[in-house]
Nanobody, 124 residues
Framework: QVQLVESGGGLVQAGGSLRLSCAASGRTFSSYAMGWFRQAPGKEREFVAA????????DYADSVKGRFTISRDNAKNTVYLQMNSLKPEDTAVYYCAAVQMAWGSRRQDEYDYWGQGTQVTVFS
């Protein structure tokens, strides 16, 4: 069982930056690939980024590539999402998710554990 708790969301002006964190419980964090997803009002939840259980290999949605960076610190049981050059269309609830595999795909149904989400609001 893994519990995930996101933090770091907030209100930011377009062009600004935020860093989301996702803290995981348990002692086997390094055996989980991690992903970030988001859900904007009135829209379905969508993939944002994923990282291999050991780090090093990442994947990004085209809409965030070059602006967002996913990383992890297995010693701290934490995965991060650094978000730069934020746009109003990045406004959403952001969720982290975990799957006990080396690599997490873009498919939400492959992830076993989810956090409660953190709100990010970007205003112009």
């Amino acid at each position: 069982q893994v519990q995930l708790v996101e933090s770091g969301g907030g209100l930011v002006q377009a062009g600004g930056s935020l860093r989301l964190s996702c803290a995981a419980s348990g002692r086997t964090f390094s055996s989980y690939a991690m992903g970030w997803f988001r859900q904007a009002p009135g829209k379905e939840r969508e993939f944002v980024a994923a990282i291999r259980w050991s780090g090093g290999i990442t994947d990004y949605a085209d809409s965030v590539k070059g602006r967002f960076t996913i990383s992890r610190d297995n010693a701290k049981n934490t995965v991060y999402l650094q978000m730069n050059s934020l746009k109003p269309e990045d406004t959403a609830v952001y969720y982290c998710a975990a799957v006990q595999m080396a690599w997490g795909s873009r498919r939400q149904d492959e992830y076993d554990y989810w956090g409660q989400g953190t709100q990010v609001t970007v205003f112009s």
